[in-house]
């Protein structure tokens, strides 16, 4: 069984400031790295979250999942084909943040080496970005 309970996080933030405010939120690399997988590479349980690259410790990936759920970035939800598995699913909040992890997407194969889909999709995106985001969107609201 790989779900772990947390108890949810109380977050706190440091101040009014939006960008510390999102920080408080998203602000280390897990995060965003968990919110990447369920965006763009289609993981929704807490086994797929632990076979990523980054390769996440257990107890990182259960805080952190613990505090999206408590900023309402992502639900959790029964698992169609397992009693032992929770079915993890980004909220309208969490696909909100489609257009910062784009716009990281670009700055990073702007100034650094990156994946070869990387780079595709980058073109792709000079080409028609806000067409291409809104596809995006229309398929994130659909799972």
Same mark, same amino acid.
């Given at each position: 069984?790989?779900?772990?309970? @947390?108890?949810? =996080?109380?977050?706190? +933030?440091? &101040?009014?400031?939006?960008?510390?405010?999102? *920080?408080?939120?998203? $602000?280390?690399?897990?995060?965003?790295?968990?919110?990447?997988?369920?965006?763009?590479?289609?993981?929704?349980?807490?086994?797929?979250?632990?076979?990523?690259?980054?390769?996440?410790?257990?107890?990182?990936?259960?805080?952190?999942?613990?505090?999206?759920?408590?900023?309402? @970035?992502?639900? =959790?939800?029964?698992? +169609?084909? &397992?009693?032992?598995?929770?079915?993890?699913? *980004?909220?309208?909040? $969490?696909?909100?943040?489609?257009?910062?992890?784009?716009?990281?997407?670009?700055?990073?194969?702007?100034?650094?080496?990156?994946?070869?889909?990387?780079?595709?999709?980058?073109?792709?995106?000079?080409?028609?970005?806000?067409?291409?985001?809104?596809?995006?969107?229309?398929?994130?609201?659909?799972?």
């Amino acid at each position: 069984m790989y779900f772990c309970t @947390v108890k949810p =996080k109380k977050i706190i +933030p440091r &101040s009014d400031c939006p960008i510390s405010t999102a *920080l408080d939120i998203v $602000g280390d690399k897990w995060s965003l790295l968990i919110i990447r997988d369920m965006m763009f590479k289609g993981k929704n349980t807490y086994g797929d979250f632990l076979n990523s690259e980054e390769k996440i410790a257990t107890n990182i990936l259960a805080d952190r999942l613990s505090l999206l759920e408590s900023a309402g @970035v992502i639900s =959790k939800h029964k698992h +169609p084909e &397992s009693k032992a598995k929770v079915l993890y699913k *980004l909220t309208d909040k $969490g696909i909100d943040l489609l257009p910062v992890l784009v716009e990281l997407i670009e700055w990073s194969e702007k100034y650094h080496i990156v994946h070869p889909t990387a780079k595709t999709f980058v073109k792709q995106l000079k080409k028609d970005k806000k067409e291409i985001i809104s596809k995006l969107y229309e398929e994130l609201k659909a799972t």
